[in-house]
T-cell receptor, first 113, second 115 residues
């Protein structure tokens, strides 16, 4: 079974722009979570989607948003990019329900100039 | 709220030596605990998880961890280190009060393996 895929793998943007990252979960998985990884703040939870609904949210500003489609694929969007948004963005999927293990994709490396 | 503390940002061992990576957790509800490994320029790979079944958990690549409630610890061990174990290791916790899909990670421990 194919793992979690994320596109693009690398992205360079400038301040003020917006960006959309995509995540395709493992086939059959309905929960998708997003995390931000930076050297200074480490790994931080952004949000989780299950059956097209946001089920949980971390402490990030409203510039960070996401959505999930009926096929469980998910996108996250960051508007008005800031230098501090430079990070590795990781997507994770899990099978169903809240108690299942999350499996991570390779991440999207976003650089904001 | 939940949190984890990983003692030691870097741990160095010789090939063939015991690996011990420390993780202490704080949780007001029964925790689910995880160890993930991250190789350079890659995502996180699950090593093992504790979900209130057996307290000694065996994972992939010869790693295991023991849940000790009295010590609020979930340390990761491997009897004999291999060069390929060099990577960054993250301990994480989740629970019913904040949502099982919301993992709270430690700051990570980089394992260095010398020949």
């Amino acid at each position: 079974k194919a793992g979690v895929t994320q596109t693009p793998r690398y992205l360079i943007k400038t301040r003020g722009q917006q960006v959309t990252l995509s995540c395709s979960p493992i086939s059959g998985h309905r929960s998708v979570s997003w995390y931000q990884q930076t050297p200074g703040q480490g790994l931080q939870f952004l949000f989780e989607y299950f059956s097209e609904t946001q089920r949980n949210k971390g402490n990030f500003p409203g510039r960070f948003s996401g959505r999930q489609f009926s096929n469980s694929r998910s996108e996250m969007n960051v508007s008005t990019l800031e230098l501090g948004d430079s990070a590795l963005y990781l997507c994770a999927s899990s099978f169903d329900g809240e108690r299942n293990t999350q499996y991570f994709g390779p991440g999207t490396r976003l650089t904001v100039l | 709220a939940q949190s984890v503390t990983q003692l030691g940002s870097h741990v160095s061992v010789s090939e063939g030596a015991l690996v011990l990576l420390r993780c202490n957790y704080s949780s007001s509800v029964p925790p689910y605990l995880f160890w993930y490994v991250q190789y350079p320029n890659q995502g996180l790979q699950l090593l093992l998880k504790y979900t209130s079944a057996a307290t000694l958990v065996k994972g992939i690549n010869g790693f295991e961890a023991e849940f000790k409630k009295s010590e609020t610890s979930f340390h990761l061990t491997k009897p004999s280190a291999h060069m390929s174990d060099a990577a960054e290791y993250f301990c994480a916790v989740s629970g019913s009060n904040t949502g099982f899909q919301k993992l709270v990670f430690g700051t990570g421990t980089r394992l260095l393996v010398s020949p």
